[in-house]
């Protein structure tokens, strides 16, 4: 089953590759594109705690609640031993305004960097990184992006498009993986340990969590499975919905109500403000699940699963509901029912 999932995590990005280059062929798009446009976004520095980071576009405070997508967010831990970096972001000119973050607060190596998806707004400044920083992604990632770079630069630029710096992206290896089930504990020094984690596919199978336990607070760099707080939904377009429920599950009753966290895409928020994306998967999980019972098709089911009470105001509410997270939903419980 594994394989098969990697397989059609392979084929999505053919098929994202051809998409571009076809008028007969293309994915459902966003109601507009790029959705954020990473030539115009500006980078903000966020303090949590004595040398912990948080890095998210400058409109997060303002924007994430009235439903207006948000590019990455990123981070960075400062140790006796340097610097522990989440994210490279989409483009150079991203990687070079939170390389700036990073300096203006210490002249410490980034010793290490870790990609907690293989969507290419997390990764592609990866070759732009230092030669002696360890680059560290779960083992799917490192495979993934391995054997379709070109497919996933391709579907990059249909979602962020072009002239963004995402052309000049050049694959760089990952240094250490993780696999599934498996986390890695890091001694930055100073007090500062921290854990990556890899549970599996929580939106895709590339997903890694990054784990901050300390004196002065507990930090979670959730990446794309908490993409932001409400009004924002998942974005399970990476063809997976039942192993994404069990593992959003697994993430958020780790945490404590105390923990910051810092989404994927969104404002710095905590255990209250992600619990819209575990109540949304649950809600939509049951809805399915009775869709299925009753002998629905999936046309039938997102006429009858449109799930209102969530629509209140993301702007990419009905192409992922309707496009993506229902037809997974559909595909993985139908499935699930006749084995």
């Not at 089911?301 to 629509?311: G, I, Q, W, Y």
Request: with cysteine; glycine share 6%; hydrophobic share 40%.
């Amino acid at each position: 089953m594994k394989n098969i999932n990697h397989l059609l995590v392979q084929l999505f990005c053919v098929f994202a590759f051809f998409a571009v280059q076809s008028t007969s062929a293309q994915m459902p798009m966003p109601p507009e594109v790029p959705i954020w446009d990473a030539n115009k976004v500006t980078l903000q520095l966020h303090k949590i705690a004595e040398n912990v980071y948080a890095v998210s576009p400058s409109t997060t405070e303002t924007e994430t609640t009235k439903g207006i997508p948000q590019a990455t967010s990123a981070g960075f831990i400062v140790g006796d031993k340097g610097v522990l970096l989440i994210e490279t972001m989409l483009s150079k000119r991203l990687y070079d305004q939170l390389y700036k973050l990073i300096r203006s607060v210490t002249p410490k190596p980034i010793v290490y960097a870790v990609n907690t998806s293989d969507h290419g707004d997390h990764c592609f400044g990866n070759y732009l990184l230092p030669k002696e920083t360890i680059l560290i992604q779960n083992e799917f990632c490192k495979e993934n992006l391995a054997k379709n770079y070109e497919g996933i630069k391709q579907f990059m630029i249909m979602l962020f498009g072009k002239d963004r710096g995402i052309e000049q992206s050049v694959y760089r290896p990952a240094d250490l993986t993780i696999s599934v089930n498996q986390s890695l504990k890091l001694d930055l020094g100073g007090g500062k340990i921290v854990e990556i984690i890899n549970v599996g596919t929580a939106q895709s199978p590339a997903d890694l969590f990054v784990y901050l336990k300390s004196a002065s607070g507990n930090v979670l760099w959730a990446g794309n499975p908490f993409i932001a707080e409400s009004p924002a939904i998942p974005w399970l377009f990476d063809g997976y919905f039942l192993e994404p429920v069990q593992n959003l599950n697994k993430i958020y009753n780790m945490i404590s109500d105390k923990d910051i966290v810092v989404p994927g895409h969104g404002r710095i928020t905590n255990k209250a403000g992600i619990k819209y994306t575990i109540d949304y998967v649950t809600v939509l999980q049951a809805n399915v699940e009775n869709a299925v019972k009753k002998g629905l098709t999936l046309d039938e089911t997102k006429a009858a699963v449109t799930m209102k009470e969530f629509d209140k105001g993301y702007e990419l509410f009905n192409w992922l509901h309707f496009n993506f997270n229902i037809p997974n939903a559909y595909k993985d419980i139908k499935q699930n029912e006749t084995k």
